[in-house]
């Protein structure tokens, strides 16, 4: 078996290089290789996501910053979505993912106790906008 401590180079300083090495992918492994909510752009149109969310009803079980009459508590709270790390504990939390999400929710998760609203993509791309953007 071959270590730098062998190679002419590294004779004497294997030690030092190991350390780097190690020190590197430790911060590698440190690093989330998801795409978060912020670094992705949503390609829907937010005010029509909020008109959606409150036309859908989405306010009879969550609270929805800016939705009116949206202060229910069956589901969790969708306040500051643009910064959780994954939709229904499952997914990252991307554009894409979100849409999917509200779009069919038991497809993603069988046992939910979302249900589907009948949301077709569009729509979801513009509720999705409109979650992504609340800090």
Same mark, same amino acid.
């Given at each position: 078996?071959?270590?730098?401590?062998?190679?002419?180079?590294?004779?004497?300083?294997?030690?030092? /290089?190991? +350390?780097?090495?190690? +020190?590197?992918?430790?911060? +590698? +492994?440190? $690093?989330?290789?998801?795409?978060? !909510?912020?670094?992705?752009? &949503?390609? %829907?149109?937010?005010?029509?996501?909020?008109?959606?969310?409150?036309?859908?009803?989405?306010?009879?079980?969550? #609270?929805?910053?800016?939705?009116?009459?949206?202060? &229910?508590?069956?589901?969790?709270?969708? #306040?500051?979505?643009?910064?959780?790390?994954? /939709?229904? %504990?499952?997914? !990252?939390?991307?554009?894409?993912?979100? !849409?999917?999400?509200? $779009?069919?929710?038991?497809? /993603?998760?069988?046992?939910? &106790?979302?249900?589907?609203?009948? /949301?077709? !993509?569009?729509?979801?791309?513009?509720? &999705?906008?409109?979650?992504? $953007?609340?800090?």
């Amino acid at each position: 078996m071959s270590t730098l401590s062998g190679h002419p180079r590294f004779r004497g300083r294997s030690g030092p /290089v190991v +350390a780097a090495v190690v +020190a590197a992918l430790a911060l +590698a +492994a440190c $690093q989330d290789d998801e795409p978060s !909510a912020r670094s992705t752009v &949503a390609t %829907g149109n937010p005010e029509l996501g909020r008109e959606l969310l409150e036309s859908y009803g989405c306010g009879s079980c969550h #609270t929805i910053p800016g939705v009116k009459g949206a202060d &229910a508590l069956v589901g969790p709270p969708l #306040t500051s979505f643009a910064h959780r790390s994954y /939709v229904a %504990g499952q997914l !990252a939390n991307t554009p894409d993912n979100l !849409a999917r999400w509200i $779009q069919d929710p038991r497809r /993603v998760e069988p046992g939910t &106790a979302m249900p589907d609203l009948g /949301v077709d !993509a569009e729509e979801a791309r513009n509720m &999705a906008a409109y979650l992504l $953007q609340l800090d």
